[in-house]
């Protein structure tokens, strides 16, 4: 593979530059693209201009966005979309009977990657987006994933330092362990206030019909003491998505 003067690849750079494009940045002049992708200027915009040449990056007026073609890509084998598909009718299902955001998660790497997520008007407050991650530890979601992973990855998270987003948020060792031993146990992880005080997530795991835990079926609601109320329907839901992956 190609290597510029530095020794890194024209892939790790072509990954930084498009790893500059945010929910908050998804439209950047290629200055800026250099500056976030820490590239030389003629560097970053003869890269660009081959991200345009292939459809992966698009000019829209004097700046570039992800083009629509790298969408094409990445969504037409992807596991986790399929995953989406056979879920979407349940989480649309679970969306209307909770009236505040419905979500499902992936583990990816050491944090929890957010494939869908459906939300209601004036609904709580939620950091989640899709295609959005959040760690392990602090969410909801993440908790669930991380007590049904494997010793290694949860030795890795209990080995780190555990960031607070919130007064709530787990940040001891000893604490999160003993966290995910109970959510194993009781099938369930509720997060009161972890990731923001006015907030709850609430996640269950979901199962594919060999019984590994593939996703996370999760709500968001008012941190008001009421959010217990909503895990009957997510076990119904993962239990309809399980069903639904057998025949899928
Ligand atoms: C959670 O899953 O615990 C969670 C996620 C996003 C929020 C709040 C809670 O904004």
Do not use: K
């Not at 820490?38 to 040449?53: C, K, M």
């Amino acid at each position: 593979m190609a290597r510029s003067d530095s020794g890194e690849s024209v892939l790790e750079r072509i990954v930084r530059i498009l790893e500059c494009f945010t929910p908050e940045a998804p439209a950047l002049a290629v200055t800026e693209i250099a500056r976030r992708a820490d590239l030389p200027p003629a560097t970053a915009s003869r890269l660009v201009a081959e991200l345009v040449g292939h459809g992966l990056l698009v000019r829209d007026d004097r700046r570039l966005r992800v083009g629509t073609r790298l969408w094409e890509l990445a969504a037409r084998a992807s596991s986790f979309l399929s995953l989406r598909e056979t879920a979407m009718p349940v989480l649309e299902d679970l969306h209307r009977t909770i009236a505040q955001h419905a979500q499902l998660g992936v583990l990816d790497g050491d944090e929890v990657l957010f494939v869908e997520r459906l939300s209601a008007d004036h609904a709580v407050i939620n950091l989640t987006r899709i295609a959005a991650r959040l760690p392990l530890h602090a969410s909801s979601s993440g908790l669930v994933l991380l007590a049904f992973a494997s010793t290694t990855l949860q030795e890795r998270v209990l080995a780190r330092p555990l960031a607070g987003f919130t007064r709530n948020t787990i940040t001891d060792a000893g604490v999160l362990r003993a966290r995910l031993a109970e959510v194993r146990d009781r099938g369930v992880a509720l997060c009161p206030g972890y990731i923001h005080l006015d907030a709850t997530g609430v996640a269950v795991p979901v199962r594919d019909p060999g019984g590994h835990v593939v996703a996370a079926v999760s709500v968001v609601v008012p941190n008001d003491g009421e959010a217990a109320r909503t895990v009957p329907a997510l076990t119904e839901a993962a239990r309809r998505i399980r069903a639904r992956l057998g025949t899928s």
